[in-house]
């Protein structure tokens, strides 16, 4: 047995309390933190294929995306998969409003699925400062987009 004075076991009995504390209370609190899922327009591990809007189809041909028919103001295609594909989501709360009404819509379709994801964008009610509110059809979770990334993701003009 190691020879230690009454005051050094006491330190280290201290400093072994401390250890324990933090295992039994700090890791488990990291853990979780690192363990929240990431909010994404489409899943991670899946491929897009399309993305419908209003008047225009992003349709990847080949190993290349095309946007049809083509904009009056330049688009670069890939970019925009790479927006709907990487783009992380903001969750936010709000209230119910029966109301709302969608100013863009896009129908995103999966390799392997037959069914749509349907994004819904609405204008964020009393924001001045062009927020806008996503919604996947059928979800009850709203995520908060900026007119920048509205813009971009749904090809709209938030200059108005």
Do not use: C
């Not at 095309?66 to 970019?79: E, F, I, R, T």
């Amino acid at each position: 047995m190691i020879k230690l004075s009454r005051r050094n076991w006491n330190n280290v009995l201290i400093f072994a309390v401390l250890i324990l504390m933090f295992a039994l209370y700090g890791i488990p609190q990291r853990l979780q933190q690192l363990n929240t899922p990431e909010h994404r327009l489409i899943p991670l591990d899946t491929e897009l294929l399309m993305v419908a809007f209003a008047n225009q189809r992003l349709i990847k041909a080949g190993p290349q995306w095309q946007l049809q028919p083509a904009l009056q103001k330049p688009v670069d295609a890939a970019q925009l998969a790479l927006a709907w594909q990487h783009s992380l989501l903001t969750p936010v709360t709000v209230a119910a409003d029966k109301s709302r009404v969608p100013v863009a819509q896009a129908s995103v379709q999966l390799v392997g699925q037959n069914a749509p994801l349907i994004w819904l964008l609405y204008p964020a009610s009393g924001s001045h400062d062009g927020r806008f509110l996503l919604q996947q059809a059928g979800q009850s979770q709203f995520y908060q987009l900026t007119a920048s990334q509205a813009a971009q993701l749904f090809l709209i003009d938030t200059a108005e």
